[in-house]
């Protein structure tokens, strides 16, 4: 069952990028559907904002167009539909310029709270925070929400905060990592800290490794003039992957509040140990070419970028000294499947022969698809035949669950939205958090760069390249199957 949603307060919230693909498959959607579901309240408006002239009415034509095709056809509903177009307005904007601007402000109301999202390119990012300030757009209450990439290396990062802290206080800063608005992401930190039975475990004492997955089966297809500048080491390991291990190695935070939770986070990003060159594998999906290959969607036929990357890393602190974290993220894999398994050691003292079949208890966190938990146990096989052992998981399937209202949970980016007119920070990067992060990937970037590493071939739909397998069997242990 979905609890009652209650709504936010009135809002004036402007889309930089409102004719883009990422407004336009995710953020519009993602408006009706909290728009439909109570969330959004009659007085609320939505404005976007791009070069393009558009008038409202063709800017409501083209969102209206991405909620057929984005929304599921249960939640279409034409007198809401209709409803909601009503509250969208749109402005012709150049970021870099002078026009628009005056018209912007004329739109804004003083008494609902405004957001800008900056659904733009990053390299405009500064443009529009300049220009909001000196035209009066904003005011000391404003938001902005600023998407990824968020820079592309530390100083890049250190600029693009500098930037942002001339026109905003960090308090009005929202850096998106969509990763943070999952449901089940956001449920780690659930059953880690509103329950008595884990924490006591959760340290390397008792935890033997933790393999964190992020398998892909697309691949980088009309994104590979981005991509093949970033790869997926930069595009979900300094981002997507360091927020997942942050939850799940960091401390208890003192409270469930922005800064408490995300102190306890940058510690755990200070705390990572550089990477070794042995433990790291790039791949690149037919790297040697082939139909479909990753070298089809990039401008530079040698291209090294990688679009799968395995990592071992080390959390240096007192509760994690001693057990490794492995980290995969690849595109054309086998299966989509992103998700987080905690090995547990073997008991101290085994009262049972290896032949009645011990297995390790794994707490298998599954973010998508099929959200849910499952714990793995060893259970006395049933039946005659004296004592057998056998591993059984304690399931809990969000569909399960939630039955018929599974549709109903908020989608990362519509839960985020509603978060930042609420004014919580909690699921937002804090500039210091993505600086960190920066400091730590910068090293192994320019590491494998200077070597010259080249990443290895895989075949699309497998699990990645022959050397992530022996990242983990040089250290006794297997990855989990991707499906
Ligand atoms: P698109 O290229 O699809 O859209 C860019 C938008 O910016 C368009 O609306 C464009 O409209 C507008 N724009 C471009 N130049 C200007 C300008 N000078 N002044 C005002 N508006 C301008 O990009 P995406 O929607 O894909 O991406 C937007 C941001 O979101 C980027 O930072 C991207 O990295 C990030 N992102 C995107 C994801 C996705 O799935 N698409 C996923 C994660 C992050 P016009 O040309 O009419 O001005
Ligand atoms: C984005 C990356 O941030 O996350 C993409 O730029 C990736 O390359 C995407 O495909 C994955 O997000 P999700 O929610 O589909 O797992």
Redesign the pocket.
């Known amino acids: 069952m979905v609890s009652r949603v209650i709504p936010v307060e009135p809002f004036d919230l402007v889309i ?8 336009r ?2 953020i519009f959607p993602g408006l009706y559907r909290r728009f439909l579901a109570g969330q959004m309240t009659a007085d609320s408006r939505i404005i976007g ?4 002239e558009l008038s409202d009415d063709d800017f409501r034509a083209m969102v209206a167009t991405s909620i057929a095709e984005y929304v599921s056809e249960s939640r279409q509903d034409s007198a809401m539909i209709a409803e909601f177009l009503t509250r969208l307005h749109y402005v012709a ?4 310029g002078a026009g628009g601007w005056a018209a912007l402000k004329d739109l804004m109301r003083d008494d609902v709270v405004r957001a800008f999202y900056f ?4 390299s ?1 990012f500064g443009d529009i925070a300049l220009r909001l300030n000196q035209h009066g757009v904003a005011d000391a209450k404003s938001r902005i929400v600023v ?3 968020f820079g592309r290396d530390l100083a890049s990062a250190q600029a693009l905060n500098a930037t942002l802290a001339l026109h905003f206080d960090e308090t009005q800063i929202y850096r998106i990592d969509h990763y943070l608005g999952k449901e089940t992401v956001q449920n780690l930190m659930a059953v880690r800290f509103a329950n008595i039975l884990f924490e006591p475990l959760w340290k390397a004492e008792y935890v033997d490794h933790v393999q964190i997955t992020v398998a892909e089966t697309v691949g980088v297809e009309g994104r590979g003039a ?1 991509y093949d500048k970033s790869g997926a080491m930069r595009d979900m390991v300094q981002n997507h992957m360091m927020q997942l291990l942050c939850l799940i190695a960091m401390e208890p935070p003192y409270h469930f509040d922005p800064n408490a939770v995300r102190d306890e986070k940058l510690k755990v990003i200070r705390a990572l140990d550089p990477v070794r060159p042995q433990d790291i594998v790039r791949g690149q999906y037919l790297a040697g070419g082939g139909q479909g290959d990753y070298l089809a969607h990039s401008e530079n036929p040698h291209s090294t970028t990688e679009s799968y990357i395995a990592l071992r890393v080390h959390v240096s602190n007192w509760r994690w000294k001693g057990t490794p974290f492995y980290l995969r993220t690849g595109k054309r894999l086998r299966a989509r499947a992103s998700e987080i398994a905690i090995t547990f050691r073997e008991p101290p003292h085994s009262i049972f022969d290896d032949a009645q079949g011990w297995r390790e208890n794994v707490l298998v966190i599954r973010l998508q698809p099929d959200e849910g938990m499952h714990l793995k146990v060893m259970i006395k096989e049933p039946g005659p035949g004296g004592m057998r052992l056998m591993q059984v998981p304690l399931d809990m399937s969000f569909a399960d669950a939630l039955g018929d209202d599974h549709d109903d949970v908020p989608d990362a980016y519509e839960r985020l939205i509603m978060d930042v007119i609420r004014g919580n920070q909690t699921l937002f990067m804090r500039g210091d958090e993505v600086e960190a992060a920066w400091a730590w990937t910068d090293p192994i970037i320019e590491g494998w760069t200077a070597r010259g590493d080249k990443p290895q071939s895989y075949d699309p739909g497998t699990s990645g390249p022959e050397d992530a397998l022996m990242l983990m069997h040089r250290d006794g242990r297997r990855w989990r199957e991707i499906k």
């Open positions: 930089f990028g409102g004719t883009g693909d990422l407004a498959r995710k904002a791009a070069r393009a904007i150049d970021a870099t659904s733009v390119a990053p405009l998407e990824k990439p981005y």
